[in-house]
DNA sequence: TAGTGGTCTAGACCACCGA
DNA sequence: CGGTGGTCTAGACCACTAG
């Protein structure tokens, strides 16, 4: 949206990725900074403290505000941010093909209806989708949503994107997502699909995503190639 | 320390973990909050946004702020929570020994002086650990540290804690970490240490460590039992 | 329209750092 | 000591939701 502190952030952000504001420097102080974004000091903290949570600066009582030094992490993998809900979609830059391998309708069980915040037995799609780059496959998704609170889904808005069709046609908002990462030994599925041997693993992630107005819409566990992708996380003590 | 705002945050995660807020219920409105806490709701604002952080609470313009059901995630496997910083010391309830595997001195090769931020050939530990619980093996890990920014470390430091020994001998601050989580092959080492087979992989957790100067102070990667711990990520969109 | 949270301000006080 | 960032305030305006 239009706020402020959220336009100051990009500029910093940009500032510091373009290296204007050089590794390891001190940047200018709070009060040169309101001066020449015109805000308050309660603004320009907001700005900046979202530059500390992603680690692009560090900030010191009594000294300053200094850009980190960027390490090269350059793994050949793909890196997941944090940040990002849907798994592929933002983080690639190449666009991901997807290849239906399963799309029921599901009477759902009693962890389903636990984590989805429904009746058992009340119906469910699953959706089982192979992500591919390049034909070369990477993931494989396993998918469960209400059908009652998601309807219409169809293979048509699985082939194109379930996300937008939840926002732009059902016109909710996504808002948040609940994450644990695993490592697994492969089993059949991920052998014949993902091209993996017996010794070969996988990482798994386990999503739970909500909506805006809290309720879990979407249950889903994602299946990695052990040697394509990766998690990234920046933490930051309080 | 003592932040106003952080106290109102502790109390309210209390209430909410308590169950005084029931879950998928409206807690009270900001003005009121600010009259039992005597604040402004700026400082409101920030302790209650801490709780949208972690996944307790979600807030609507022009509705309120509501608990977030609380999904179950009963998984056998030690959950790591983003925020911590040190690996098990502080997630884990039972007191984790330690095994020193490998101490040793060496010359930093081009990779870790660029991540630690040292000159190549600059002396640098090298330290192999095994973590146990109960006896059993739970997660190897390799670090390596500075000699010159964290001078003195020995047997007796590794045995107790070395980020104790940072923070209170030392009288450093230890600030932030970058982590990258992967599933791997597991190795010799990791067979013999770890007790796993072949097949059996791993959830390996590279990870770079600093202080807040910025300086990064340890590199170091944990190679965990894949059936022993995973991952949790609370991850909010902006 | 009344009630909610999101943002922004101008100023204040304080804790911490270095000289 | 002067300069830095951390916190807090009291009030303002706005965007959104509901009835």
Same mark, same amino acid.
């Given at each position: 949206?239009?706020?402020?502190?959220?336009?100051?952030?990009?500029?910093?952000?940009?500032?510091?990725?373009?290296?204007?504001?050089?590794?390891?420097?001190?940047?200018?102080? !709070? *009060?040169?900074?309101?001066? !020449?974004?015109?805000?308050?000091?309660?603004?320009?903290?907001? =700005?900046?403290?979202?530059?500390?949570? !992603?680690?692009?600066?560090?900030?010191?009582?009594?000294?300053?505000?200094? %850009?980190?030094?960027?390490?090269?992490?350059?793994?050949?993998?793909?890196?997941?941010?944090?940040?990002?809900?849907?798994?592929?979609?933002?983080?690639?830059?190449?666009?991901?093909?997807?290849?239906? @391998?399963?799309?029921?309708?599901?009477?759902a069980d009693k962890k389903k209806a636990n984590i989805l915040n429904?009746? !058992?037995?009340?119906?469910?799609?699953?959706? %089982?989708?192979?992500?591919? @780059?390049?034909?070369?496959? $990477?993931?494989?998704?396993?998918?469960?949503?209400?059908?009652?609170?998601?309807?219409?889904?169809?293979?048509?808005?699985?082939?194109?994107?379930? $996300?937008?069709?939840?926002?732009?046609?059902?016109?909710?908002?996504? =808002?948040?997502?609940?994450?644990?990462?695993? =490592?697994?030994?492969?089993?059949?599925?991920?052998?014949? $699909?993902?091209?993996?041997?017996?010794?070969?693993?996988?990482?798994?992630?386990?999503?739970? =995503?909500?909506?805006?107005?809290? *309720?879990?819409?979407? $249950?889903?566990?994602?299946?990695?190639?052990?040697?394509?992708?990766?998690?990234?996380?920046?933490?930051?003590?309080?």
């Amino acid at each position: 949206m239009g706020s402020k502190y959220l336009s100051i952030y990009e500029t910093l952000k940009k500032r510091i990725t373009n290296h204007d504001y050089p590794a390891n420097q001190q940047i200018p102080n !709070e *009060i040169s900074l309101c001066q !020449e974004f015109d805000c308050s000091r309660m603004t320009m903290k907001k =700005a900046l403290d979202l530059l500390v949570q !992603e680690g692009l600066l560090y900030r010191k009582r009594g000294q300053g505000s200094f %850009v980190m030094s960027q390490t090269g992490q350059s793994d050949k993998r793909i890196q997941l941010q944090e940040r990002e809900l849907s798994g592929l979609t933002r983080s690639s830059k190449k666009h991901p093909t997807s290849k239906i @391998i399963e799309f029921k309708l599901l009477f759902a069980d009693k962890k389903k209806a636990n984590i989805l915040n429904i009746n !058992e037995n009340d119906p469910i799609y699953k959706i %089982v989708r192979l992500r591919l @780059i390049n034909n070369e496959p $990477y993931v494989l998704e396993e998918t469960y949503m209400s059908t009652t609170l998601i309807p219409g889904i169809t293979e048509e808005v699985l082939n194109h994107s379930v $996300y937008d069709y939840i926002e732009n046609t059902l016109g909710y908002r996504i =808002a948040s997502a609940q994450k644990t990462t695993r =490592a697994d030994v492969s089993n059949d599925m991920d052998h014949k $699909y993902l091209n993996l041997k017996d010794i070969e693993p996988v990482l798994e992630v386990e999503q739970i =995503a909500y909506l805006d107005n809290g *309720i879990p819409f979407e $249950y889903s566990i994602s299946r990695h190639r052990y040697d394509l992708f990766e998690f990234n996380i920046f933490s930051v003590r309080r």
